[in-house]
């Protein structure tokens, strides 16, 4: 199953921090990580699973695929800048949000445009995002609620 973590390019330690936590909790679930690749949470997130031996995708904004943080196992450059935002939010069927800013919430509405599952760790305090205290947290909420054959 692919799990997609949204958040910005620059974070705080303690929400870096959270990001690896998840990354590495989604790479322990035997998980894909999807995310845009860069730097912040999307490193954060990548590191955690890359450490716990998972496998990281990286939507990237730029054509060449540069912009790709060390962590990514599979590096999908798109050229489509802010626009491939919707394609990061297209490969999973649960998006987790933690931190970010204007990117995060044009992701986020993707996400309800597309029916998907929103959980937010001190992001976008909105409608619809499932509100989650910490990575663990994310990862209990989404095996409850995902049916088994979708694992």
């Known amino acids: 199953m692919n799990?997609?973590?949204i958040g910005g390019?620059?974070?705080s330690k303690k929400d870096y921090k959270i990001a690896k936590e998840l990354g590495s909790l989604i790479a322990k679930e035997g998980w894909t990580l999807i995310c845009g690749g860069r730097s912040g949470i999307m490193e954060a997130a990548c590191r955690g699973a890359k450490e716990a031996g998972g496998t990281t995708v990286a939507i990237l904004p730029s054509?060449?695929?540069?912009?790709?943080n060390r962590y990514v196992d599979v590096k999908i450059p798109t050229g489509l800048g802010y626009?491939?935002?919707v394609l990061v939010v297209r490969a999973s069927k649960i998006i987790i949000a933690v931190s970010g800013k204007y990117g995060t919430l044009s992701e986020i509405a993707?996400?309800?445009n597309e029916g998907r599952t929103v959980l937010g760790i001190n992001t976008w305090g909105i409608k619809g995002v499932?509100?989650?205290k910490?990575?663990?947290?994310a990862i209990q909420y989404?095996?409850?609620k995902i049916p088994q054959e979708a694992k």
């Open 130 to 132: 499932v509100k989650v």
């Open 63 to 68: 054509a060449d695929g540069k912009d790709a």
């Open 83 to 85: 626009a491939r935002n």
């Open 142 to 144: 989404i095996k409850s």
């Open 110 to 112: 993707f996400a309800f």
């Open 9 to 11: 390019s620059t974070c």
């Open 3 to 5: 799990i997609s973590v």
């Open 134 to 137: 910490n990575a663990e947290t």
